[in-house]
């Protein structure tokens, strides 16, 4: 399905940046009462165009000096379902054969730059190898996350059986995000009031006004809590010393590296932040110890065979695990961390502690509000992301919602991709679009240069299908309940993780059986 063919012939290829035609069709208003401008994303650039100012032309090229023609491929180059990366001279796009029909859009993710050629092409829509995000082959619309924009689109044409793509020089290559997700000029640009350094105490559904800290009272219309989640603390002695964090911010990040390197470190918590951060510091760092009360790390989570395989390479790179148990008291010298000790009664020699324990929903200020809260603390949200009043949503790590890959089972699931996939849904919702959100849960984790990739749901889980080998770290782990597959996950074995996303997203059952026996065949629809 991508990548590898012969060389293409000499043809030529024409291409033009085309707004996607979802976007064109919207009417959505922005805050100032006028029409919101459309955004793309071309070379890590925003384009804004205003539909009255902006109309759109045949040919959207104003200096024929900006524009490059390059031949690609012959019509027969490509049998349908291949996509091919295509080299333009200044920059390379993405060629798509689905269903007798060619297509051209931008060839790398604008989330972390991933080359969607590695990806997964289905039913109109290619997923990135990396982390699952989703684009619309006929608009460049994406339609799941992570990432923020749709990819550029241009237009194919065929001629005496080659194929050309006409582009603009500047949307020939595109550029990871920085960690900011949109830079302040894009808030101007459409009049989003953002207040800093503020917090809502209270929210009155009666009056619909939101009520600040320091007094301060804002009505609203329709209002969206994404409050997150917070960190929880240790209850220890000694838990107010200095040099112990919970990173919340880049800030806390860098402060941890500059105290941390060449001395000794003990992270509390073998969660995906412990883990990471173990990863990170343990070239930097003195020494790297890891405090955590399961017997290995992720076993909830990855299951206890792929736990280990993880641990090892950790312990391989000098990250040395003491398991079941915890702190029981932090001792200081001058007010500064000096040693960590455990309830096993091991004493660690600790410059620096890195605490990831768990987190709980930042909800705390809505218990007398009237919005239904979980035991839990997590706000209840319907498939539109509502709650439980009218003209309120909610997303992100502080809710729960009904996921339809485990029969709308109401789940939390606090990572990137889905908190996106929250925004985007409420945001359609809150504009009254009628949108119910679908999509299959997709997350990753890069630990010493090995990324694990993970879909679905696996909560619950209670059996592990392996096919290939946990020791040299090359595996796909299928999470099993009863007999459906319900999640996967992966290391060194792209693009799996995304082509069976792909499967549960198109809402087809994969049977335990299926993937017992090591043949594949059901990834192309010749399964159950």
């Not at 035609?21 to 029409?35: D, F, L």
């Not at 209002?223 to 209850?235: E, F, H, Q, R, V």
Request: with cysteine; glycine share 8%.
């Amino acid at each position: 399905m991508g990548g590898c063919f012969s060389k293409p012939k000499p043809v030529e290829v024409k291409i033009e940046v085309v707004i996607p035609e979802k976007e064109r069709s919207k009417e959505e208003m922005s805050p100032n009462g006028k029409a919101s401008p459309l955004i793309y994303k071309v070379n890590g650039t925003a384009r804004h165009y205003h539909l009255e100012e902006h109309p759109i032309a045949s040919n959207p090229y104003h200096n024929p000096k900006d524009v490059v023609e390059a031949s690609v491929c012959h019509v027969k180059d490509l049998e349908n379902g291949q996509m091919r990366e295509v080299d333009l001279g200044c920059g390379k796009a993405l060629l798509i054969k689905e269903s007798g029909e060619f297509h051209a859009m931008g060839h790398k993710c604008p989330h972390y730059g991933a080359p969607l050629v590695k990806g997964v092409l289905s039913k109109g829509r290619v997923r990135c190898p990396w982390h699952g995000a989703c684009f619309n082959i006929g608009t460049g619309d994406i339609e799941d996350f992570p990432g923020l924009d749709s990819l550029p689109r241009f237009q194919v044409k065929i001629e005496k059986e080659k194929v050309y793509i006409r582009a603009s020089k500047q949307s020939m290559d595109s550029h990871p995000e920085q960690i900011a997700l949109r830079p302040k000029e894009f808030f101007r640009t459409y009049d989003i009031e953002v207040l800093t350094e503020m917090q809502v105490a209270a929210v009155d559904i009666k009056n619909k006004t939101a009520v600040f800290k320091d007094g301060f009272k804002m009505e609203y219309n329709k209002l969206l809590i994404a409050t997150g989640n917070t960190p929880k603390a240790l209850s220890c002695k000694g838990k107010e010393v200095e040099n112990v964090f919970n990173i919340r911010t880049p800030e806390d990040a860098n402060r941890v590296v500059k105290l941390a390197t060449s001395k000794n470190v003990v992270i509390v918590g073998a969660s995906f932040l412990g883990m990471e951060v173990a990863a990170y510091l343990a070239e930097r760092a003195h020494s790297v110890s890891l405090v955590e009360l399961e017997e290995v790390p992720f076993k909830k989570f990855f299951g206890e065979r792929v736990g280990r395989a993880v641990m090892k390479m950790f312990e391989s790179n000098r990250v040395k695990f003491y398991m079941q148990t915890e702190v029981s008291e932090l001792r200081e010298q001058e007010g500064k961390l000096k040693e960590v000790v455990l309830k096993s009664g091991k004493v660690l020699r600790a410059d620096v502690c890195v605490v990831g324990v768990g987190a709980v929903p930042a909800t705390g200020f809505l218990k007398q509000s009237g919005i239904n809260i979980d035991s839990k603390g997590f706000i209840v949200v319907n498939k539109m992301m509502q709650t439980n009043v009218p003209g309120v949503f909610a997303a992100g790590d502080a809710v729960t919602f009904p996921l339809a890959l485990r029969n709308n089972k109401k789940v939390n699931v606090p990572h990137w991709q889905m908190a996106h996939m929250h925004g985007r849904i409420a945001a359609l919702n809150m504009l009254a679009h009628g949108m119910e959100i679908s999509t299959v849960p997709y997350l990753w984790t890069a630990m010493f240069g090995k990324s694990i990739r993970y879909a679905g749901h696996g909560e619950g889980f209670d059996d592990v299908v392996i096919q290939g080998d946990l020791d040299e770290l090359k595996f796909v782990a299928f999470y099993t309940k009863s007999d459906e597959v319900v999640a996967v996950a992966s290391m060194n074995y792209d693009p799996i993780v995304s082509k069976v996303a792909e499967v549960l997203a198109a809402g087809r059952t994969i049977r335990k059986r299926d993937v017992e026996t090591g043949d594949m065949s059901w990834l192309t629809g010749k399964g159950s």
